[in-house]
């Protein structure tokens, strides 16, 4: 397979060798998952060896986002929805050697939405084959990810993204600027970019202002940090701040503090190691929340006690 644009990721590209036909591709944010989805979607409609070409009729279709072989399931679909999209699996490709069902945003699928896909990711036709894309896959039922090759995006190694960083389009960055994207990004490169790119997302600052009021002890600029209206906005700050935090617990075994919140890090492994495992375990029973009042209580109260049980 031909893994143009992809960096790194060797165990992820030994286990594509091998053809499957149903892939979950997870990662944080910013972690190459979209890159690999296109690879990968592109490969099985591609009619060249070394797929995917992007030369092809096949990949030109895909590229202009008109292979009718390819579906792209919408995360908020309803079951009755679903269901009449994947009887077109039972049918042969109109033009490539498979159809391919891409879903987005996996975890966001109901729990009914995914019990309707077991049976076909278990039993599917010879020519169908489904990727699962998510920053969450504890998300996503057991059931199913049992039923799909599991495809975690590898953090790179600090020589990768120095390597990168030494392309044209990052010449007027300063050194220092590029040492803290990298100590931020966790080892990926859209991490690097948002970075640099200097435009901070409305969830990330969430985050540094829950940080500074955990670190200050202030229950009220907590809950007003996880005052979001709909679920899904919840959902994902609460996996965004896992990230926040582990960024943080990580730069005390590297060494890097350029661009950190030294508050943050100033509170010691043992506390952002049991904040991190508390928010993991929340996310893991992210589809079980599903009121919003409880669900941003739980996150306060459980990265308080996590932070503070030890003072």
């Known amino acids: 397979m031909n893994f143009d644009g992809l960096i790194g ?27 690999l989805s296109k690879i990968l979607t592109a490969s099985f409609v591609c009619e060249s060896e070394n797929k995917p070409c992007g030369k092809c009729n096949q990949c030109k279709k895909f590229l202009t986002g008109n292979h009718v072989d390819i579906t792209y399931c919408p995360t908020d679909i309803k ?32 729990t009914v ?29 057991q059931t199913l990810r ?7 995006m590898e953090p790179l190694e600090e020589k990768e993204l120095i390597q990168y960083l030494q392309k044209p389009e990052f ?30 997302t ?9 940080a500074a009021a955990l670190t200050k002890k202030r229950p009220a600029e907590l809950l007003r940090a996880v005052s979001f209206k709909k679920r899904e906005d919840l959902a994902e700050f609460s ?45 893991e029973n992210i589809r079980f929340n599903v009121n919003t009042s409880l669900f941003s209580t739980l996150i306060v109260s459980e990265c308080y006690s996590a932070c503070w049980r030890y003072s």
């Open 239 to 283: 996996v965004e701040l896992y990230g926040y935090f582990n960024v943080h617990l990580r730069s005390l075994k590297s060494g890097s503090t350029v661009g950190l919140n030294a508050d943050v890090r100033a509170l010691g492994p043992k506390r952002l190691i049991s904040i991190c495992t508390r928010l993991d375990k929340i996310n």
């Open 202 to 210: 409305e969830i990330y600052r969430r985050c540094d202002e829950f």
């Open 146 to 152: 049992s039923r799909c090759e599991a495809l975690a």
């Open 79 to 110: 079951v009755k929805e679903l269901r009449e999209a994947l009887k077109d699996a039972s049918y042969l490709p109109n033009d490539a050697d498979y159809r391919v069902f891409v879903f987005d945003e996996a975890e966001k699928l109901s």
């Open 171 to 200: 010449s007027r960055v300063s050194e220092e600027k590029k040492s803290a994207a990298i100590a931020f990004s966790g080892g990926y490169i859209g991490a690097v970019k948002d970075f640099l790119s200097e435009e901070k």
């Open 9 to 35: 990721n060797n165990g992820i590209k030994k286990t594509l060798e091998r053809p499957f036909h149903a892939y979950i591709i997870h990662g944080p944010k910013g972690s190459g998952k979209h890159t």
């Open 113 to 141: 939405c995914q019990n309707a896909l077991l049976k076909i990711v278990e039993e599917p036709p010879k020519h169908a084959v489904f990727i699962f894309i998510t920053e969450n896959v504890k998300a996503i039922l």
